[in-house]
């Protein structure tokens, strides 16, 4: 149930508490942008330049510490409690933001914030290595992805209640809350397994490159073979495209009427919340069989959406479309892991390489919102979504036409570097 896990006992109470984690830590990522504009907006009546240059300074920093994290991150062993101070970090700034909300403590506190949150990803991905190895990784991630969307989903309705019954300040305080719970779930997680071979890392190391500066290990890992580059600039494409398709919706419906948008907007956010749990479970199921076939599902399921938001303008049809976003985003968000960990299974570079990953994705990301947000001012919603489309589609026809499979590479990889270290140990 809860994977194969290295070594002999089995603690499942360190699984449980990795449950928890996912559940609690996940409407935390990204600084939880949408809340706190709404905080700012609906209770100290920020404008929206000053929340947007609040929301892209706390992203541009998340974006420049995701290689310096994953760097720590696979440096110090005690993932757990770098994950727990990264927590205590972020509840501080958001208790700093809510009991001196003047701009100054806010831009210091969302820095923090940004930098903090760069520790998510790298450190999940590691605690989950660590507890059940290459081996269980397919059904782990699936399991972390379902626990990641129930904890989206409950946050959603908890914070609808508090903007029903409460005010702006409740939100922030439940994000404290939550931030604690997680971090106390990174505490009680004991077990830290070795994660790679450090004798065949070490034995790479001149093939890997080790005389790079630190700060470049990351990304010359994921620029380093032809199979990462390709998938990196497919991913780089499928983000770009995804990035600013449910931004763009938000603001189509909203000029179609704010009672529309009031009850609309909230569905299709659960919607998609919803649809990603069983997608992460199934995807989780068919990762053993490869990892390809699931990236061009993802792909052609997103090529979909962006046809329909290209000539579909009614509301309801709109947010029906977010479940071809719960079907491309959960299957995509998993299978990203997977890959990277196939292009690291040889080395020990898995966790600087999957941040320099989130590092590119995350500026694909700002990127997107800003230039589909001019296109669409300049020539409309439809031909904003066109290109948006187009771009996926490109990204799709790259998986199909350049990518081999992850999976039997990896292994292939992985094979002849025990050879390698055996004809080495057999001549000395």
């Not at 830590?25 to 947007?52: E, K, M, R």
């Not at 068919?286 to 699931?294: E, K, M, S, T, W």
């Not at 000539?311 to 947010?319: D, E, H, L, N, S």
Request: proline letters at 4%.
């Amino acid at each position: 149930m809860f994977g194969k896990a290295i070594g002999p006992k089995n603690n499942k109470l360190d699984f449980i508490l990795l449950d928890l984690l996912n559940l609690f830590i996940a409407p935390l990522g990204g600084g939880a942008g949408a809340y706190v504009a709404y905080y700012f907006a609906s209770s100290h009546h920020w404008n929206a330049g000053q929340i947007g240059m609040l929301l892209s300074i706390m992203a541009m920093c998340l974006a420049g510490a995701q290689i310096p994290a994953g760097l720590i991150i696979d440096h110090f062993p005690k993932r757990n409690q770098i994950t727990a101070l990264a927590l205590g970090v972020i509840a501080i700034s958001w208790l700093s933001m809510l009991i001196f909300p003047l701009q100054p403590v806010v831009l210091v506190s969302q820095v923090l914030i940004g930098l903090s949150c760069a520790f998510f990803a790298p450190a999940l991905a590691s605690i989950t290595l660590g507890l059940v190895g290459y081996e269980g990784l397919e059904h782990r991630l699936g399991r972390n992805g379902i626990f990641s969307h129930i904890g989206n989903m409950v946050t959603a309705v908890l914070v609808g209640l508090c903007t029903a019954y409460l005010s702006g300040q409740a939100i922030i305080g439940l994000l404290i809350f939550f931030s604690l719970l997680a971090a106390l779930s990174a505490l009680g997680i004991r077990r830290q397994a070795p994660i790679i071979n450090n004798a065949s890392a070490k034995s790479l190391a001149q093939d890997c490159g080790e005389r790079f500066h630190p700060l470049l290990k990351g990304l010359q890992g994921l620029f380093s073979t032809r199979g990462s580059r390709i998938f990196a600039i497919a991913a780089l494409m499928y983000t770009f495209a995804n990035a600013s398709m449910l931004p763009l919706m938000v603001q189509l419906i909203s000029k179609q009427g704010a009672s529309a948008a009031a009850v609309q907007l909230p569905s299709s956010l659960l919607l998609t919340e919803l649809v990603m749990i069983p997608v992460c479970f199934l995807a989780s199921k068919y990762a053993r069989l490869g990892r390809r076939p699931l990236l061009i599902l993802s792909y052609l399921f997103l090529v979909l959406r962006g046809l329909g938001f290209t000539f579909i303008k009614t509301p309801a049809m709109m947010v029906a479309m977010q479940i071809l976003d719960g079907m491309s985003a959960g299957i995509f968000g998993l299978v990203v892991t997977l890959v990277i960990a196939d292009f690291c299974r040889h080395n020990n570079r898995f966790n600087s390489t999957l941040a320099a990953l989130y590092m590119v994705l995350t500026l694909a990301n700002g990127l997107s919102e800003f230039s589909s947000g001019m296109l669409a001012n300049n020539f409309g919603f439809s031909t904003a979504f066109a290109i948006l489309t187009v771009i996926a589609t490109v990204g799709l026809v790259i998986i199909v036409a350049l990518l081999p499979e992850t999976r039997q590479a990896s292994e292939s990889i992985l094979a002849e570097s025990k050879n390698g270290l055996s004809v080495a140990a057999t001549e000395t």
